[in-house]
């Protein structure tokens, strides 16, 4: 089945940057949407930021004009661009994908990558 494969995360200091990838295990037509979401311990899953096909963005206030999403959509990559790092972006950060009409809506996510930031 499709995987999302996600790369990139780490361990850093505050105010230091980190940039996330992920792409698909194979081709898959029709992704409207991709983005990121993260989780901490005890916490809801939240977006991150997500991009469409034709690369309108949207972004969580807490990371606007910090955070920067681009995708690929022939190759089906989506990036996160994390700047100015903080303690409280520490999470595991996930990537999505959906797309599809009708009966043929799908959505997968990947399996997750850890970011943790030190004061």
């Known amino acids: 089945q499709v995987q999302l494969l996600e790369s990139g995360g780490g361990s850093v200091q505050a105010g230091e940057s980190l940039r996330l990838s992920c792409r698909t295990s194979?081709?898959?037509?029709?992704?409207?949407?991709m983005g990121w979401y993260r989780q901490v311990p005890g916490k809801q899953r939240e977006l991150v930021a997500s991009?469409?096909?034709?690369?309108?963005?949207t972004y969580a206030d807490s990371v606007k004009n910090r955070f920067f999403i681009a995708r690929d959509n022939t190759k089906n990559i989506v990036w996160l661009q994390m700047n100015s790092l903080a303690p409280e972006d520490t999470a595991v950060y996930y990537c999505?994908?959906?797309?599809?009409?009708?009966?043929?809506?799908?959505?997968?996510w990947g399996q997750g990558t850890q970011v943790t930031v030190s004061p």
């Open positions: 999505n994908a959906w797309g599809g009409s009708g009966r043929n809506e799908f959505e997968y």
């Open positions: 194979e081709t898959v037509f029709g992704i409207t949407v």
């Open positions: 991009i469409a096909r034709d690369s309108r963005a």
